[in-house]
């Protein structure tokens, strides 16, 4: 059965780094592009990163770029999340998704509609 299983998470102070990871399995994993998403407490699931299936593109959300690195190693089936200088309001539950097949473009790697298959999450907390 296709599965997606974070990891990596944690407690960590604020301009600290952490290195998330989802292993993925039951479908061929390059065939898809794949997405980080992120949801603070009592907030909206929103964009982090995403990553197409070669892994030749990448998009970001404002508020990380500069600061996470998305990438993936498709031999072994996994999606990683760099990130550097975190702060206290990169605070909340981290998910990986699996986006629907076809390019990724901006317009629908930021779209969390877009994607079809979402691990449990890793919680993130960074404090001051």
């Known amino acids: 059965q296709a599965q997606l299983v974070e990891s990596g998470g944690g407690t960590v102070q604020a301009g600290g780094s952490l290195r998330l990871s989802c292993a993925a399995s039951?479908?061929?994993?390059?065939?898809?592009?794949m997405g980080w998403f992120r949801q603070g407490p009592g907030k909206e699931r929103v964009f982090v990163a995403a990553?197409?299936?070669?892994?030749?593109?990448?998009y970001y959300a404002d508020s990380v770029r500069g600061r996470f690195t998305i990438s993936r190693h498709n031999a072994n089936n996994t999606l990683l999340l760099q990130m550097n200088s975190l702060e206290p309001e990169d605070t909340a539950i981290y998910l990986c998704?699996?986006?629907?097949?076809?390019?990724?473009?901006?317009?629908?790697?930021?779209?969390?509609?877009?994607?079809?298959?979402w691990g449990q999450g890793t919680q993130v907390t960074v404090s001051s």
């Open positions: 990553i197409s299936g070669g892994g030749g593109t990448t």
């Open positions: 998704a699996r986006k629907i097949k076809g390019r990724l473009v901006p317009q629908n790697a930021r779209n969390r509609h877009e994607y079809f298959q």
């Open positions: 039951g479908r061929s994993f390059s065939d898809y592009a």
